[in-house]
């Protein structure tokens, strides 16, 4: 599964919060004025740009204003690929509310909105928020996405939701930065009854990888989620897997293989 460029990925930062993939930090000098001409550029059926300041940093805002810095440093930081665990999971579901947490660009949600999704993408970097409400209006379905720039867990999310994602979300090795269980404990409360959560990390990667996140196997995800108290006998275990998958050679490394863990949970009925 190639749902990023890994020569981007790679790079070796000094992450306070370590968001593989789809998730980046707030830039510090952003302002409501700013969010706000981002947010009208496309007129008044653009999608909504959400702006609740800064959020608290989690260890440290130097790493958080690196990683706003690397999407501003360039036109795309990730590839266009979308992850796989959509076009298997989601794609039987009839189309509803979704929420993508660490959506950096949005190319997961494109995908989305194009099935006639309504969508929220939650992201630290506006700069990344910005490269998803513009795609969105590009496909015509401005009026169906929401950006929110923010701390997923600091942040009012209204309504319910039929699918939540978290895609390489990793906390740091020494055991700093974000806590998955609890963000996956967090974000599973705002599904409705029924709903699907999506989750994919890296479980083993290649040697020559060399950022500082933690690994996790789907063992130790769902292990986490019962010890939040979250995952009870009503909840659905879909799939808790871990898939092993071919990392093309690059200008940077050579060819290797990389382990994702899947967990795909069901919440309970009415």
């Not at 990925?9 to 706000?36: C, F, G, T, W």
């Not at 990344?128 to 996405?145: E, S, T, V």
């Not at 871990?242 to 069901?266: C, I």
Request: hydrophobic share 40%; charged share 20%; aromatic share 6%.
């Amino acid at each position: 599964m190639n749902v990023h460029n890994d020569s981007a990925r790679d790079d070796p930062v000094a992450p306070a919060l370590y968001m593989l993939a789809h998730s980046s930090i707030l830039k510090d000098s952003m302002n409501n004025e700013q969010l706000s001409n981002s947010h009208t550029q496309h007129g008044d059926h653009s999608p909504h740009l959400d702006e609740v300041g800064a959020p608290k940093p989690i260890t440290g805002s130097d790493s958080m204003s690196a990683w706003e810095k690397r999407y501003a440093s360039t036109q795309r930081l990730w590839s266009e690929d979308v992850n796989e665990l959509l076009p298997e999971f989601a794609a039987p579901l009839a189309p509803g509310r979704a929420l993508d947490i660490g959506c950096g660009e949005g190319t997961d949600l494109l995908y989305l909105l194009e099935r006639g999704w309504q969508v929220v993408g939650v992201d630290f970097s506006a700069t990344a928020i910005a490269r998803f409400l513009d795609g969105a209006h590009r496909i015509g379905a401005a009026d169906r996405a929401t950006g929110l720039v923010g701390d997923a867990r600091a942040l009012h999310i209204e309504g319910l939701f039929d699918l939540v994602t978290i895609f390489f979300v990793h906390g740091n090795k020494d055991g700093s930065g974000v806590d998955l269980g609890a963000l996956i404990s967090e974000q599973a409360s705002r599904l409705k009854p029924g709903g699907i959560i999506l989750v994919n990390v890296h479980t083993v990667n290649p040697p020559w990888h060399r950022n500082g996140g933690r690994t996790y196997t789907a063992a130790q995800i769902l292990d986490s989620l019962r010890s939040t108290g979250m995952l009870t006998q009503d909840w659905t275990i879909q799939v808790a897997e871990e898939r092993w998958e071919d990392v093309p050679a690059s200008k940077d490394h050579e060819a290797g293989k990389r382990s994702n863990a899947v967990v795909v949970l069901r919440s309970p009925d009415m």
